[in-house]
């Protein structure tokens, strides 16, 4: 699947991540007389590619690709953490007078994030859904088939049901049916030996895309610009990060599925300007607590590393318009705090409880972009504008009340209170290339996924989400791309090629 740079292809995707394998396993499966080629900017991590890390059994060789995701940024000597596989912002992440996301973070290798990610696919409810997208429920069903999700790959998990009996018992009094506690559906498949994987971007791709001949990815070729002529995408220039060299790639349709953060940079870059561009920026803002069970026996489940200990499991407290705010409960194979010397607890008898709160949507919540400044890349520097506003505190309240009451339903907290998070670390930015039902200046994209004023123009990923979900977006953000996808492969049906 890897190789240099042709002169033209039909499709030219940008990113490899989940979203941009999406448009390339739809098109496989569609038209597959195309010819499509992918970009990504970071490296070749492991074969397949885009294969979950957690799937390298070598602790090494896992550490070793981590640290090759992590691109030109820094591990922070201010106090900030970038996650294993993700580089931080080096400056323009707090700008004077906003909260800022101090841990905005990014990965540059072939799968993206997927190649990170924990593998959570919850569904869409409330207000969370994109009601002016057609067929939404069908998009989502598609999207849990290229991911591999799976509701129940922990049903048999010792402590699940006790700790989702206990949750439920708190919460689910006044939720509707379809919004009461529930198992995690994860993008995770486990074999019949009980054996755990991680789905990547490999999964995404599938088998049909790898056999597709017509398909070409490549590693280290950084996307500077997407050309542009009489309001048409008409290819991408190209540098080649091996040898520095720059080259034009034309294509009759592009697609960005960089990121939240460097979609609206590359279109910017390339003078792609509309006034909702980097607007809307939408992290998560994140509760984390720490829960000893009360009454459990020990379990003899174990973990390498890769996979989910046989005890650990993942329950679901979905987002309501009542309470807007999601939870998911794992369990874990140590104390994430220290335990006094004498306390030495049942394995797995620790739960990390995560709430995330859906963020009061902005257009003064942006990134935007510096014409005198570049990045690590060479590409205009961000600068991020963002706070927290009061609505935002009065549901990090509710929420807080909430952790409290599924904390003290499954045992004993290990910390005085809930603890927020460094905005940022979600890593479940959105919004800044968002779709919208018209061309009316709020949004930077249509239904279709197809930018406004610039036809065969696409622009996929999580950035696209308008909506102020909670839930984790990967599977809405695919399901988003799956329909970008279908409209690509009929335009260029109905083009002739």
């Not at 979203?19 to 010819?35: F, K, Q």
């Not at 970071?42 to 550490?63: C, F, Q, S, T």
């Not at 689910?172 to 559906?185: F, I, L, N, Q």
Request: glycine share 10%.
């Amino acid at each position: 699947m890897t190789g240099r740079f042709p002169e033209s292809v039909d499709v030219a995707v940008v990113g490899s991540g989940p979203c941009g394998a999406a448009y390339i396993r739809v098109l496989s499966e569609r038209r597959p007389d195309l010819r499509l080629a992918t970009f990504e900017v970071g490296p070749l991590l492991a074969d397949p590619p885009g294969l979950h890390v957690k799937n390298i059994a070598d602790p090494a060789a896992r550490e070793h690709a981590q640290r090759r995701s992590q691109g030109p940024g820094t591990a922070a000597a201010d106090g900030r953490l970038a996650r294993p596989g993700t580089y931080l912002l080096e400056s323009g992440h707090t700008e004077p007078g906003g909260d800022g996301l101090p841990n905005a973070a990014m990965s540059s290798n072939v799968g993206g994030m997927g190649a990170h990610w924990t593998a959570a696919c919850p569904r869409p409810g409330d207000s969370e859904r994109i009601d002016f997208l057609p067929g939404l429920d069908e998009l989502l069903d598609e999207a849990e088939r290229l991911l591999g999700v799976d509701a129940h790959a922990f049903d048999d998990a010792p402590f699940a049901a006790e700790v989702r009996k206990r949750l439920a018992d708190a919460l689910d009094t006044d939720r509707p049916p379809e919004r009461r506690v529930r198992p995690m559906p994860l993008a995770v498949h486990r074999a019949p030996d009980g054996a755990v994987t991680w789905s990547g971007s490999d999964v995404v791709y599938g088998d049909v895309s790898r056999a597709n001949a017509r398909h070409t990815l490549f590693p280290e070729a950084l996307v500077t610009r997407v050309l542009v002529e009489k309001g048409r995408a008409t290819g991408v220039r190209v540098k080649d990060m091996r040898t520095g060299t720059e080259h034009t790639v034309l294509a009759a349709h592009v697609v960005v599925a960089a990121d939240a953060l460097r979609t609206p940079q590359l279109l910017w870059a390339s003078g792609i300007r509309p006034a909702a561009l980097g607007r809307c920026l939408n992290d998560q803002p994140q509760l984390v607590y720490a829960v000893r069970l009360r009454d459990v026996t020990a379990s003899d489940g174990d973990s390498d590393g890769v996979g989910l200990a046989r005890h650990s499991g993942v329950s679901w407290v979905p987002y309501t318009d009542a309470e807007p705010f999601h939870g998911q409960v794992m369990q874990l194979d140590a104390s994430p705090v220290p335990l006094a010397d004498d306390d030495v607890p049942a394995p797995g008898s620790i739960v990390g409880l995560g709430w995330f709160c859906a963020k009061d949507v902005r257009a003064e919540d942006r990134v935007e972009f510096d014409a005198d400044r570049v990045d690590g890349y060479g590409m205009p520097a961000m600068r991020i504008h963002y706070s927290l506003t009061a609505r935002d505190h009065a549901t990090l309240t509710a929420a807080r009340a909430a952790v409290r009451r599924a904390a003290h339903a499954l045992g004993d907290p290990l910390d005085p209170e809930p603890r927020l998070v460094a905005l940022g670390a979600s890593l479940h930015y959105q919004g800044t290339v968002r779709m919208g039902p018209t061309d009316d200046g709020t949004s930077v994209c249509a239904p279709t996924g197809e930018v406004w004023g610039v036809r065969a123009l696409h622009v996929a990923g999580n950035g696209v989400i308008p909506t102020p979900t909670a839930c984790n977006p990967t599977l809405t953000s695919v399901a988003l791309a799956v329909a970008g996808a279908r409209h690509v492969a009929d335009s260029t049906r109905q083009e002739g090629k």
